[in-house]
């Protein structure tokens, strides 16, 4: 079942960036890292900015790993974002579906191999720095919190770098 989620996710995405490819394609990457909790966590990633649907509505793919409470868990997210400023200071909300991988080892539960779940997350958050192409390393940072539902984390606390 996870994989048939998984594919759909992916064909939506595909389908999304035939009609509108001028609009779509990775136009800058980061780093991000914080806290989840249930399972109690720490954890670090990465995103990409894959443009926007429409003029407000960006795609934002991300990858994080989290580590602690007896449980290993990968999380790919596919998630869009409405951007309601256009300026340095941009606050945004969205959600997005995802797919997670679940190794409990120890603490929460029997060890029961590795498991794909799919969860749904709403996410809302803050970025601000430099406009594209700014001279600093760094072009952006955010503050983000994901609230999930499904075998997922029920918040994540994150804050990261573009660049």
Do not use: C
């Not at 995802?98 to 794909?116: E, K, P, Y």
């Amino acid at each position: 079942m996870a994989g048939r989620f998984f594919l759909a996710v992916l064909s939506f995405v595909a389908m999304a960036g035939v009609g509108l490819g001028q609009e779509l394609g990775a136009r800058s990457y980061g780093l991000r890292g914080g806290v989840n909790m249930n399972p109690d966590q720490f954890s670090f990633g990465a995103h990409v900015d894959m443009g926007h649907l429409a003029s407000r509505i960006r795609l934002q793919p991300s990858f994080e790993l989290g580590l602690g409470n007896g449980v290993f868990l990968g999380s790919a997210n596919f998630d869009a974002h409405y951007l309601f400023s256009a300026r340095r200071f941009r606050p945004y909300a969205g959600g997005g579906l995802g797919v997670n991988f679940i190794d409990v080892t120890n603490g929460m539960g029997r060890s029961g191999g590795l498991n794909i779940e799919p969860a749904l997350n709403l996410v809302g958050g803050v970025e601000w720095g430099a406009p594209r192409g700014g001279s600093q390393a760094f072009r952006r940072y955010l503050l983000e919190a994901r609230v999930g539902m499904g075998d997922t984390p029920e918040l994540k606390l994150v804050a990261g770098l573009n660049f």
